[in-house]
């Protein structure tokens, strides 16, 4: 059974530094282009950053470039999005995904995606 599963968030003050992790089993996830999207309060989910599985090559909005890296371990099996110079509008539920169609390009659009985790939440608060 496919699954992702999210970790890393919590709260921190403005300018801190967080690390979500996503945890994928049931694939393996090197096959596949994968998504970190967030979600605020009566906000639209958005895309934050992606990695495709074929070159590595990475995305980011450009309202986190700058600021958060994405990398994966795939002898872990395992996504990461570091995130330093949190600011209050990064607060969301922060989830990731996979793309299911092997070795293509990411793209920061929720519709190029099939399956999600359950989300984890960050907040960016003094």
């Known amino acids: 059974q496919l699954q992702l599963v999210e970790s890393g968030g919590g709260l921190v003050q403005p300018g801190g530094s967080l690390r979500l992790s996503c945890a994928a089993s049931?694939?393996?996830?090197?096959?596949?282009?994968i998504g970190w999207f967030r979600q605020a309060p009566g906000k639209e989910r958005e895309g934050v950053s992606c990695?495709?599985?074929?070159?590595?090559?990475?995305y980011y909005a450009d309202s986190v470039k700058g600021r958060f890296t994405i990398s994966r371990d795939n002898a872990k099996n395992t996504v990461y999005l570091q995130m330093t110079s949190l600011k209050p509008e990064d607060t969301a539920v922060y989830y990731c995904?996979?793309?299911?169609?092997?070795?293509?390009?990411?793209?920061?659009?929720?519709?190029?995606?099939?399956?999600w985790g359950q989300g984890t939440q960050v907040t960016v608060s003094s």
């Open positions: 990695i495709s599985s074929s070159d590595g090559s990475t």
């Open positions: 995904t996979v793309d299911s169609v092997v070795f293509r390009q990411c793209q920061l659009s929720p519709r190029r995606y099939d399956y």
């Open positions: 049931g694939f393996t996830l090197d096959y596949y282009a």
